[in-house]
């Protein structure tokens, strides 16, 4: 379900968001009816979980091993930029179009509790020892992507304990800073890469848009496999299509 968490900063329920995603992404979320939270350390950019300098390499870890993240692109109307970044040269992209008070509804039934919020792309020195705020920035080159971000965390459906009650708890048992490090390793092997949030379909997906260079066939397929779990959801052609083709 979602939760409200001050380091997260969640937009108008009436904005408009995008997930841009494969054709078989788009499956698996039909089929389970859920949404993918990948671990944070998964990810290509490597400065994912950026911390201030003060910060230690125990922090950084608990960031990077324990948060798990699923984006959308913030955006009144399809986004040409995000069709190339996001598509293939087989044509089977497609995008799926809500808002963030249709995602917040669909996360009602969920038992894990999720954050949602905008991505800072102001870099920070100081992060005000929440160990969440680093989930929620990022650097300035990637601005064009005007993420929404969702975050969960494996430890529990518990806030992550804040930087001096960490530190705190640590010392009471008697953990020097090599015993954390390892610590952190072998919760880094013991926690999954993903995990699946459930969403109500019908009240997450909005429409669906195929992507500009689609092959002729996907639009049958997207029709097959939302026919019995989303039938009212409005299947377009995007209109950057070249062929202008209508649904």
């Known amino acids: 379900m979602y939760q409200e968490h001050s380091a997260f900063e969640t937009p108008p329920h009436s904005c408009s968001i995008w997930r841009y995603m494969s054709f078989a992404k788009f499956v698996w979320l039909i089929a389970r009816e859920a949404l ?43 986004s040409d930029a995000m069709w190339k970044l996001y598509g293939n040269q087989a044509g089977e992209t497609i995008a799926i179009k809500s808002t963030v008070g249709r995602l917040i509804k669909s996360l009602g039934n969920s038992p894990i ?10 870099e920070r020195n100081t992060l005000e020892g929440n160990l969440y705020l680093p989930v929620t920035c990022k650097r300035k080159p990637f601005r064009h992507e005007e993420e929404l971000r969702l975050c969960t965390s494996s430890a529990s459906n518990d806030n992550p304990p804040n930087l001096s009650k960490l530190k705190q708890a640590f010392d009471l048992l008697g953990i020097d800073r090599l015993d954390i490090e390892l610590l952190k390793d072998i919760d880094s092997e013991r926690n999954p890469k993903g995990i699946p949030v459930s969403v109500d379909l019908n009240k997450l997906v909005h429409e669906i848009i195929i992507c ?14 939302v026919k019995d779990k989303v039938p009212h959801a409005r299947i377009k052609y995007s209109k950057y299509d070249p062929s202008h083709r209508t649904s």
């Open 212 to 225: 500009p260079n689609s092959r002729h066939s996907l639009k049958e397929s997207i029709d097959y496999v």
């Open 113 to 122: 509790q999720v954050y949602i919020g905008r991505i800072n792309y102001n």
């Open 36 to 78: 993918y939270f990948s671990r944070l350390d998964q990810h290509d950019d490597w400065w994912e979980g950026l911390i201030p300098k003060s910060w230690n390499l125990e922090h950084q870890k608990y960031i990077r091993f324990n948060a798990y993240i699923n984006s959308w692109h913030m955006n009144g109307s399809e």
